[in-house]
């Protein structure tokens, strides 16, 4: 009797032992049929070959970085991964879904994260006020430390940032239609409950609404320019909320400031023009969307939505402007991309299709390796 525990603890250590080593089994050999199977090095850089496509996904590889026009990336040879990330989380605008992709280099390239002080997600306290500006005491912030990579909620100050984080640090932004973006934020936030009338009804007579919960807006500020706010425009100054030439003047700094701005209704062409920017694999810039709001209050589902949009543009100029500043800014990137570009991005919705299919990826922290798994049987073609 007294040997049957001892049987039991060795019985599972083999289990857990096995259990550990079939996923690099897996991964080294390519047994599980999944998406990337192994790894081909093409000049010292990691390129991923698909299953099924063989050597013409390699070669094609081969020709992406040339070629570009605009903002010209550096070829293979000399170009150098960026490891030093500001990334501007704003609020319902697909942030979750490009922070989980930090997340994944962040364990992947062994990079040092500053952390809010308060073991969220946020460094500034959501209630009950206002949120503001970041300071050196909301971080977990260390002079003595180098930090690589600065990804949580945040309300923007160039100064600060710039002191916490290193000179060469590449500050990365998201921007939504800000309509969408409203709606979505609207019902996140429960501001029907703040305001006690569903958005279209807030957006009639918006200024009646706003100011009858101004004396206690927590998240009422999610109501009017909630993403340049974010960016750190200074939405409860009344002389300059709707100044086009105020307004006109903070896009140009922040044009400035940011190194590139995500545009959600374009993601694909984004991450891979993203991609050559920090010069990352297309294994980094995969991804599933996260968090995503599927449904919404009514009456949006009813509503013609073209009068509620003029309103809400007027209601909201600034984010208006905001978005439309950096979506011509992208789109006549785009119209500059060669055709190695548009190749590389029919890639990557095919894999993003394959992964899809399999269902979502996890992460394995298993003692000193990072795994990228995909879940379903399906993906065996």
Known sequence: MGSTPRRFFIYL????TLAALLPVYIWLTGAGHGLFSKTTVYRGFPLLKKTGMGSNFVSLMQRLDSGQKAYRIPEMTSCVPRRHIVFFRVSKCSSTTLYMLLQRAVVKYRLRVL???????????V????????????AKYNPKLTYDVLMDHMIYDADVINKMMPSDSFHLAILREPFAQFISAYDYFRLWVKFRVHSAEFLNHPHFYWNRSVSSRDKATYARNSMISELGFPDEREDL?????FIQSYINFLDSALDFVIIVELLDECLVY???LLCWTMEDML???ANVQ???RRPWREQNNTLYKEKHKRWSKADHQLYQHFLNKFLATLRRQGHDFFEELSIFRKAKDALDRCGVYM?????????LRLGKPFCEG
Request: one cysteine or more; aromatic letters at 20%.
């Open 294 to 296: 599927k449904k919404y």
């Open 115 to 125: 952390r809010p002080k308060t073991n969220k997600i946020h460094f500034y306290r």
């Open 13 to 16: 250590a083999l289990c857990i």
């Open 127 to 138: 209630h009950p006020y206002r949120p503001t500006k970041i300071t050196v005491h909301d």
């Open 363 to 371: 992460m394995f922290y298993i003692m000193w390796f990072f795994l």
């Open 287 to 289: 991804y599933s969307n």
């Open 274 to 276: 993203l991609r050559r």
């Open 241 to 245: 909320r709707d100044n086009d030439t």
